[in-house]
């Protein structure tokens, strides 16, 4: 459900691009976003890589706000994957301050809107106080109702499967016997236990691939990619991926 008028959500649009014709009742429930092009706009202004990343945190913030007044309930967005490790050190470092730093000042502006933020991936490898930050916005916002804003950090999805292959197979090994495993146990053990899986996954500056992210939970997901670079990402944006996916039909397998 729109938290206002449409027009009052999308005000002034781009040439051609009518926030009427979004139907609020169909609206993606969860929405995913592989966040890329922060480096590419960045060498395209001269840039170390890391302003390009500063530069895409109101991209963030513009997102969030569209998704949520637009009906959205949970907005997932791939920030640290655990192959990004193998980016130069400094980077990496400069990229977990901006993190902690980024959470710590947005943690009260999303707990007025009623966001509450919750994290994906392993967090045992993060340094402390950007695990810190990350826990302190869940336990502020953690009883909120309204869209839940899903940070992915630190994850991959092949290691989310293999965790919960693993403690499956623990509790089986513990137990003495093998359950019959079907999708519903499978799911049980995945990060995304309590959340229902994507309609719309956006990927943003051309690129067209899942990058380890959401393997599972991206089945019968719709994709929509834009060559948009990820801090040049507006609500605007977000609507025309809203509309392209209310323009598709989806059978699921069927005809």
């Not at 640290?80 to 980024?102: C, H, I, Y």
């Not at 977000?238 to 005809?255: E, K, P, S, T």
Request: charged letters at 30%; one cysteine or more.
């Amino acid at each position: 459900m729109f938290s206002k008028p449409v027009e009052q959500i999308y005000p002034n649009p781009p040439e051609g691009l009518d926030p009427a014709q979004l139907d609020e009742a169909r609206v993606p429930q969860h929405v995913a976003v592989i966040m890329d092009g922060n480096g590419r706009w960045a060498k395209k202004r001269a840039l170390n890589r890391l302003r390009g990343h500063k530069a895409g945190i109101e991209a963030v913030r513009e997102t969030i706000r569209a998704a949520s007044d637009s009906g959205v309930r949970y907005l997932t967005i791939y920030s640290f994957s655990t192959e990004n490790w193998k980016r130069p050190d400094d980077e990496v470092e400069g990229l977990m301050q901006l993190f902690a730093k980024t959470m710590l000042a947005e943690v009260d502006g999303l707990h007025e809107e009623h966001v509450r933020v919750k994290t994906i991936g392993d967090m045992s490898r993060l340094p402390d106080d950007t695990r810190e930050a990350f826990e302190e916005a869940w336990e502020k916002t953690r009883d909120n109702d309204g869209m839940t804003l899903v940070v992915a950090v630190n994850y991959g999805s092949r290691q989310e499967i293999l965790h919960a292959v693993q403690a499956i197979a623990d509790r089986a090994a513990a137990d003495g016997a093998a359950p019959e495993v079907d999708e519903a146990l499978f799911e049980q053990d995945l990060y995304t236990c309590d959340i229902p899986d994507p309609e719309l996954l956006i990927r943003t500056s051309g690129e067209l691939r899942v990058s380890n992210f959401l393997l599972w939970q991206l089945a019968y997901t719709e994709f929509y990619c834009t060559d948009v670079l990820w801090p040049d990402f507006d609500r605007y944006e977000f609507l025309r991926a809203l509309l392209a996916y209310q323009n598709r039909d989806r059978r699921f397998g069927a005809v």
